[in-house]
Protein backbone atom coordinates (compact mmCIF):
# COMPACT_ATOMS: atom_id res chain seq x y z
CA UNK A 1 0.00 0.00 0.00
CA UNK A 2 2.74 2.06 1.39
CA UNK A 3 4.07 1.80 -2.31
CA UNK A 4 1.51 2.63 -4.55
CA UNK A 5 0.90 5.89 -2.39
CA UNK A 6 4.64 6.48 -3.55
CA UNK A 7 4.23 5.70 -6.68
CA UNK A 8 0.93 8.02 -6.73
CA UNK A 9 2.67 11.31 -5.34
CA UNK A 10 5.87 10.35 -7.81
CA UNK A 11 2.95 10.45 -10.94
CA UNK A 12 1.36 13.38 -9.66
CA UNK A 13 4.41 15.97 -8.66
CA UNK A 14 6.30 14.48 -12.26
CA UNK A 15 2.18 15.46 -14.02
CA UNK A 16 2.34 19.05 -12.39
CA UNK A 17 5.94 19.76 -13.32
CA UNK A 18 5.00 19.20 -17.23
CA UNK A 19 2.24 21.55 -16.93
CA UNK A 20 4.06 24.35 -14.77
CA UNK A 21 6.35 23.82 -17.67
CA UNK A 22 3.84 24.26 -20.60
CA UNK A 23 2.62 27.59 -19.24
CA UNK A 24 0.18 29.41 -21.04
CA UNK A 25 0.77 27.05 -24.51
CA UNK A 26 -0.72 23.88 -23.02
CA UNK A 27 -3.62 22.96 -24.21
CA UNK A 28 -5.67 20.25 -22.95
CA UNK A 29 -9.01 20.57 -24.56
CA UNK A 30 -8.04 17.40 -26.84
CA UNK A 31 -8.90 16.94 -30.52
CA UNK A 32 -10.14 19.99 -32.86
CA UNK A 33 -12.11 20.01 -35.59
CA UNK A 34 -13.66 22.52 -38.03
CA UNK A 35 -12.52 26.07 -37.52
CA UNK A 36 -11.09 25.79 -34.34
CA UNK A 37 -8.80 23.46 -35.49
CA UNK A 38 -5.41 24.64 -36.32
CA UNK A 39 -2.81 22.93 -38.79
CA UNK A 40 1.10 23.63 -39.98
CA UNK A 41 1.04 24.49 -43.54
CA UNK A 42 1.87 21.32 -46.01
CA UNK A 43 3.36 23.79 -48.25
CA UNK A 44 6.92 22.16 -47.64
CA UNK A 45 5.91 18.38 -47.21
CA UNK A 46 4.09 18.57 -50.90
CA UNK A 47 6.93 20.64 -52.83
CA UNK A 48 9.44 17.78 -52.99
CA UNK A 49 6.85 15.36 -54.11
CA UNK A 50 5.66 17.22 -56.75
CA UNK A 51 8.78 17.82 -58.61
CA UNK A 52 9.64 14.26 -59.06
CA UNK A 53 5.73 13.65 -60.31
CA UNK A 54 5.86 16.36 -63.38
CA UNK A 55 9.40 15.19 -64.06
CA UNK A 56 8.30 11.89 -64.50
CA UNK A 57 5.14 12.92 -66.73
CA UNK A 58 6.89 14.87 -68.73
CA UNK A 59 9.21 11.93 -69.97
CA UNK A 60 6.42 10.72 -71.25
Do not use: N, Q, T
Not at 25 to 41: I, N, Q, T
Not at 44 to 60: D, G, I, L, R, V
Request: aromatic letters at 4%; zero cysteines.
Amino acid sequence: MLKIIIGFIIFAALAMFVIMKGGSSLDMGGEKHGDEAVHAPAEAASSPAAAPASEASAAK
